[in-house]
């Protein structure tokens, strides 16, 4: 029973994109702090189609992280567009939720 428990978490861990959640919010900070505001666009376009491919992180169960991901990420998404200096705290905000929703025991 613990080997299946075990394989189970080992399975989610290797699968879930936080990584490339991370890194992709990563890369778009670093060009709004460069102020190079369309090649942020063109990276959270990026974003926003890795985010379309969130099964695993669906299968978690985690509704209300997930609506607060895609709210602030189309509030990100106008803040870019109209190249606010805020779009940074928003960043902030989906880095942290992104992490609660690919952790294998979120915190509360």
């Not at 394989?7 to 290797?14: A, D, R």
């Not at 919010?25 to 709004?32: R, T, Y």
């Not at 666009?41 to 974003?47: D, M, P, T, V």
């Not at 299968?59 to 997930?66: P, Q």
Request: aromatic share 8%; charged share 25%.
């Amino acid at each position: 029973m613990d080997c299946c428990f075990y394989n189970l978490i080992s399975y989610i861990t290797v699968f879930l994109p936080t990584k490339l959640l991370v890194d992709n919010l990563n890369n778009i900070e670093k060009l709004i702090t460069a102020d190079d505001w369309s090649l942020a666009k063109k990276n959270l376009s990026n974003l926003e189609k890795n985010w379309d491919n969130r099964l695993v992180i669906q299968l978690s169960n985690e509704t209300a992280e997930i609506y607060e991901f895609e709210r602030t990420l189309g509030q990100l998404r106008t803040l870019i567009k109209h190249k606010e200096d805020d779009s940074l705290e928003h960043l902030g905000l989906l880095k942290v939720i992104s992490q609660n929703l690919t952790d294998v025991f979120p915190r509360p």
